[in-house]
């Protein structure tokens, strides 16, 4: 299993404090406890599911995000969003993209 992608949401935290960002490559959850970043990541959520919905995404082209184990999350959402890449013309919310140790979430995605 890979290890865990840096994402716009850590990156955030470390620039706030660069010790999150230590505990956050180290498999701490300290960074996913800080009060800041779930009220960022809460409405960044909301922002997705209602461009999903302004835009008539079907509910099956919704990357899904989380789960118990946050490495396994990741690698799913990459994998779902790369699936549905393979069809023609196909809207996605919250697709999944990762390059090198980065990961990032896109909103909604269409005609790919």
């Known amino acids: 299993m890979p290890d865990k ?21 180290n498999g701490k959850e300290y960074a996913y406890h800080y009060d800041g ?8 959520d909301q922002f997705g599911a209602l461009a999903c919905v302004y835009e008539g995404v079907p509910e099956e082209n919704i990357i899904q995000r989380g789960g118990p184990n946050p ?9 779902d969003t790369l699936d549905l ?16 140790k980065f990961l990032v ?8």
């Open 5 to 25: 992608l840096f994402t716009k949401s850590a990156f955030n935290q470390a620039v706030e404090c660069p010790m999150r960002a230590y505990y956050y490559r």
């Open 105 to 112: 979430y896109v909103d909604y995605t269409t005609d790919l």
């Open 85 to 100: 890449l393979r069809k023609e013309n196909v809207d996605i919310g919250e697709a999944a993209f990762a390059t090198d």
């Open 71 to 79: 490495i396994e999350a990741q690698v799913k959402s990459i994998t």
């Open 37 to 44: 970043a779930h009220g960022i990541a809460e409405v960044g």
